[in-house]
């Protein structure tokens, strides 16, 4: 197959084989800096408004991506939720076992239309439905991420 033949499948593409080493870094900006700073400082979740969608984002962003407005208005959201979805993670992200299997969830704090994933903690019988509150380090302990939340039970 020459170099200016057309191809129709993928198939037919010629493959140059190799590792391609990929690191990367993904930084907070300037709303994902502030709302760590309120969860390690106040132990409060704020999330951001989009007054032309009414849409409140957790975690917030300084843009809309339905409609493209700025994104000044900033609501304390939770801390109490709901799960929307609910797993149990028996492998850990580096595909090794798990000495203890974890819960984790995709929760909808109060005020917010977004989900936040966190783990369970205390989570015989959780479903879908289950309303949850988070358990969050002490003030000294916290280090401005999302491990300052220990983990969410049941309430």
């Known amino acids: 197959m020459g170099s200016s033949e057309h191809i ?3 198939t037919d593409l010629r493959a140059w084989p190799g590792e391609f080493p990929v690191s990367h870094l993904y930084t907070m900006g300037i709303a994902g800096e502030r709302f760590f700073r309120e969860l390690k400082e106040n132990g409060r979740f704020l999330g951001s408004r989009c007054a032309a969608c009414d849409h409140v984002y957790l975690p917030p962003s300084i843009f809309c991506p339905r409609c493209f407005a700025a994104l000044d208005e900033w609501r304390e959201v939770g801390p109490q939720g709901t ?3 609910v797993t149990t993670a028996h492998r850990g992200v580096d595909g090794g076992a798990l000495e203890t299997p974890e819960t984790l969830a995709l ?3 109060d005020g917010a239309d977004d989900l936040l994933a966190h ?6 019988g959780l479903e879908i439905g289950a309303r949850v509150a988070p ?3 002490e003030t000294p302990e916290r280090e401005g991420s999302i491990l300052d939340i220990r983990y969410f039970r049941a309430v």
Do not use: F, N, P, Y
Request: aromatic fraction near 0%; hydrophobic fraction near 50%; avoid cysteine.
């Open 135 to 137: 358990v969050l380090k």
């Open 107 to 109: 929760i909808q704090l």
């Open 83 to 85: 799960v929307r979805a």
């Open 119 to 124: 783990r369970i903690g205390e989570s015989a």
């Open 8 to 10: 129709d499948r993928v």
